[in-house]
């Protein structure tokens, strides 16, 4: 079967992750609606993607009226009914299953019955997510990682009844938006969760069992290892919370106990010391 074009795409959730999305959409020349539920929020991440965007400016690998074209590309709405004429729509809200559910069936209501639904969910089963519509056949996921204007990769997950028409068209549309794209079938983790997250919560174990700081574990694992980044400077980009909530997630699915998450990084979550976005985590920020 041909891959139907895209031409409007929609995100639900404009955080870190949908934002980054969104501003990946507009980049690549996608009219696209960014969902949020206030006005508030919507124009903070506008605001985001601007600044993001005008860095690229400012290192010339972007012209002005390309950020302006860009710019143009992106709709703000607080209403779902908005997201009508999308092509495809992306789920980038709380890891909450509840939540995604009330989503997917309210959106399979809205848009055309052609329309892909996908979920960039990291730690739910999209099979799961995709139980709540009637029409399972075009719900996949898109699995972005943090941060998703940077890092090149996107997980197209197929999900149990997932058609291949809506892989096939979420692979397309990956891969115009500049990512490398990989089909992966709907297993906890995936691919790069699987592995990654029982490998971050190793580490954390680690800063306890030899009594290192976090700035030596970091310096350890870039230096030693060759990370881009340190694993106590990643889970801080990522999010105490939303770490050990895909801890959480997989641990219940494979009851491996290396995918259960540390005490002592729960006890972060708990003390609100949630990384960057609380202004602190392992590490302070401004
Ligand atoms: N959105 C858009 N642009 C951004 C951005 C963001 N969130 N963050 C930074 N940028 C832009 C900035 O403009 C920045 O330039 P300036 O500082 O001049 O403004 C530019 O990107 C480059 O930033 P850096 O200098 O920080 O880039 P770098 O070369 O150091 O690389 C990195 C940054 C790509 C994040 C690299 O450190 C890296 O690969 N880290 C590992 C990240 C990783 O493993 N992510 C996966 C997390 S797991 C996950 O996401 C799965 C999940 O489901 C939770």
């Not at 700035?215 to 030693?224: N, P, Q, V």
């Not at 259960?260 to 708990?270: G, S």
Request: proline share 5%; glycine share 8%.
């Amino acid at each position: 079967m041909t891959v139907p074009e895209i031409r409007r795409v929609g995100v639900v959730g404009l955080g870190a992750m949908g934002g980054g999305i969104a501003q990946l959409a507009i980049e690549a020349g996608y009219q696209t609606v960014g969902r949020e539920v206030s006005h508030e929020l919507g124009s903070a991440a506008r605001n985001r993607i601007a600044h993001f965007l005008q860095r690229k400016v400012d290192k010339e690998r972007m012209t002005s009226a390309e950020h302006k074209t860009a710019l143009e590309h992106l709709s703000l709405t607080t209403e779902l009914a908005d997201l009508a004429d999308c092509d495809l729509v992306i789920e980038a809200i709380v890891e909450d299953l509840g939540a995604k559910l009330e989503l997917f069936g309210a959106l399979e209501d809205i848009v055309r019955p052609d329309a892909i639904l996908a979920t960039n969910t990291s730690a739910l089963s999209v099979t799961e997510i995709a139980a709540g519509v009637s029409t399972p056949e075009r719900v996949v996921g898109m699995h972005f990682f943090n941060p998703a204007p940077l890092m090149p990769l996107v997980e197209i997950v197929r999900a149990e009844l997932s058609s291949d028409h809506a892989v096939d068209a979420a692979f397309g549309v990956g891969e115009r938006l500049g990512k490398r794209a990989i089909r992966c079938h709907d297993t906890p983790g995936f691919v790069v969760n699987r592995v990654l997250i029982p490998l971050l919560n190793d580490c954390i174990r680690v800063l306890d069992e030899a009594r290192v700081s976090p700035e030596e574990l970091d310096t350890a694992m870039t230096a030693g290892a060759g990370w881009p980044m340190g694993p106590c400077t990643l889970v801080d980009l990522v999010g105490i919370d939303v770490h050990v909530h895909a801890s959480e997630a997989l641990y219940e699915k494979l009851r491996e106990p290396r995918m259960a998450p540390p005490a002592r990084i729960v006890a972060m979550k708990n003390a609100g010391l949630l990384g960057r976005k609380s202004g602190r985590g392992f590490y302070p920020y401004d």
